[in-house]
């Protein structure tokens, strides 16, 4: 936030959440009268600056990739108090005013689990035999709306598998693996016992807004991750014996 005088200007991001959660309420419950333009609103009297006034040249420098800058956004009490109208936020980029998807946004997904596959489907399992494991990789797609007003489509997609054998080994790779005959991810038990194979996926995601003029994806920052667990089973050995 910067001080402008006895006003506030605050991010353009904040100034639309503002200006759009005053217009979502009834008419008369509303706070503030809004008008974005790059004239300046400001009384004689004031000793706050005016942003440039000529909506066909914003200022130098300022550039942006997604479309014209938009010019600042103004407010002023629907109760008159003498105060007039109010720069809220200056001149922006048209991203500037969307909100972004993060990785608390990410993390809050419920994101359908990918399933363990394993060969031999069950147990028991052998000793010093390869166990074959693999994923089936598929993205999740959802619909979100962040702030109570922006729509986001947002699509996750798994970029790492992290295999937990249950004998205190472990196996992390960016591929998901294949199915027999492929033994791209295979895991040899040493010793006797029981176990059962977790899979913890890692997620990244992209997403777009629908209030997006350029409808472009963009990268969401952070990871998510899931887990699933696989079916008990017993790990064998089988000994020869020779007999009369």
Same mark, same amino acid.
């Given at each position: 936030?910067?001080?402008?005088?006895?006003?506030?200007?605050?991010?353009?991001?904040?100034?639309?959440?503002?200006?759009?959660? =005053?217009?979502?309420?009834?008419?008369?419950?509303?706070?503030?009268? !809004?008008?974005?333009?790059?004239?300046?609103?400001?009384?004689?009297?004031?000793?706050?600056?005016?942003?440039?006034?000529?909506?066909?040249?914003?200022?130098?420098?300022?550039?942006?990739?997604?479309?014209?800058?938009?010019?600042?956004?103004?407010?002023?009490?629907?109760?008159?108090?003498?105060?007039?109208?109010?720069?809220?936020?200056?001149?922006?980029?048209?991203?500037?005013?969307?909100?972004?998807?993060?990785?608390?946004?990410?993390?809050?997904?419920?994101?359908?689990?990918?399933?363990?596959?394993?060969?031999?489907?069950?147990?028991?399992?052998?000793?010093?035999?390869?166990?074959?494991?693999?994923?089936?990789?598929?993205?999740?797609?959802?619909?979100?709306?962040?702030?109570?007003? !922006?729509?986001? =489509?947002?699509?996750?997609?798994?970029?790492? !598998?992290?295999?937990?054998?249950?004998?205190?080994?472990?196996?992390?790779?960016?591929?998901?693996?294949?199915? !027999?005959?492929?033994?791209?991810?295979?895991?040899?038990?040493?010793?006797?016992?029981?176990?059962?194979?977790?899979?913890?996926?890692?997620?990244?995601?992209?997403?777009?807004?629908?209030? =997006?003029?350029?409808?472009?994806?963009?990268?969401?920052?952070?990871?998510?991750?899931?887990?699933?667990?696989?079916?008990?089973?017993?790990?064998?050995?089988?000994?020869?014996?020779?007999?009369?």
């Amino acid at each position: 936030m910067v001080e402008v005088g006895d006003e506030v200007t605050v991010s353009a991001f904040e100034a639309e959440s503002e200006r759009r959660a =005053d217009l979502a309420r009834p008419p008369g419950q509303r706070t503030f009268e !809004y008008e974005r333009t790059a004239d300046c609103l400001l009384t004689p009297a004031s000793s706050a600056p005016c942003p440039q006034t000529n909506p066909e040249s914003p200022p130098l420098s300022l550039t942006c990739e997604d479309g014209p800058p938009v010019a600042p956004l103004w407010r002023r009490r629907l109760v008159n108090d003498g105060t007039g109208w109010n720069m809220r936020s200056d001149w922006a980029c048209p991203s500037d005013l969307l909100p972004q998807f993060g990785e608390r946004d990410l993390r809050r997904l419920k994101i359908e689990p990918l399933t363990v596959n394993q060969q031999p489907s069950e147990g028991p399992m052998l000793v010093t035999k390869p166990v074959i494991v693999y994923a089936e990789p598929a993205e999740r797609e959802y619909h979100v709306v962040l702030f109570g007003t !922006y729509g986001v =489509d947002v699509v996750v997609s798994p970029v790492e !598998y992290t295999w937990d054998f249950g004998d205190g080994e472990t196996l992390s790779t960016r591929e998901p693996g294949r199915p !027999y005959p492929a033994f791209d991810l295979t895991h040899v038990y040493g010793e006797r016992g029981n176990a059962h194979i977790t899979l913890t996926t890692t997620w990244s995601a992209k997403y777009r807004l629908d209030d =997006d003029p350029a409808q472009r994806w963009r990268e969401a920052e952070g990871t998510a991750v899931t887990v699933d667990q696989g079916v008990e089973f017993d790990v064998i050995e089988l000994r020869t014996k020779l007999v009369d």
